[in-house]
Nanobody, 123 residues
Framework: QVQLQESGPGLVKPSQTLSLTCTVS??????????WIWIRQPPGKGLEWMGSIDSSGSTYYSPSLKSRTSISRDTSKNQFTLQLSSVTPEDTAVYYC???????????????WGQGTQVTVSS
């Protein structure tokens, strides 16, 4: 079965770039029909879809975040990455990677999810 694991720094300073990696096992990120997805949950708020990358490498972003967000992949490592630039304390959240047949994912009742990783933006 597919497993996803987020990794990256837990603390980022304002104005810097947040970078996270999702390592996938038990399935290939190049397999057709799946999207590979980044979602976040700020404290006290709901899940927010950030963006996705499909099996061919095409990317899709939330309009509210697209100017600051970049998703890429390394097929040789079966990994996909998130970069969020110019971060502020409002970007503090638990960040999740996930896989699903749907492009946009904002509920844990569907799809396969990583455990999430806490990222705090603070000076």
């Amino acid at each position: 079965q597919v497993q996803l694991q987020e990794s990256g720094p837990g603390l980022v300073k304002p104005s810097q770039t947040l970078s996270l990696t999702c390592t996938v096992s038990g399935g290939s990120i190049t397999t057709n029909a799946y999207y590979w997805i980044w979602i976040r949950q700020p404290p006290g708020k709901g899940l927010e879809w950030m963006g996705s990358i499909d099996s061919s490498g095409s990317t899709y972003y939330s309009p509210s975040l697209k100017s600051r967000t970049s998703i890429s992949r390394d097929t040789s490592k079966n990994q996909f990455t998130l970069q969020l630039s110019s971060v502020t304390p409002e970007d503090t959240a638990v960040y999740y990677c996930a896989r699903d047949i749907r492009l946009v994912l904002a509920t844990k009742t569907i799809g396969s999810w990583g455990q999430g990783t806490q990222v705090t933006v603070s000076s």
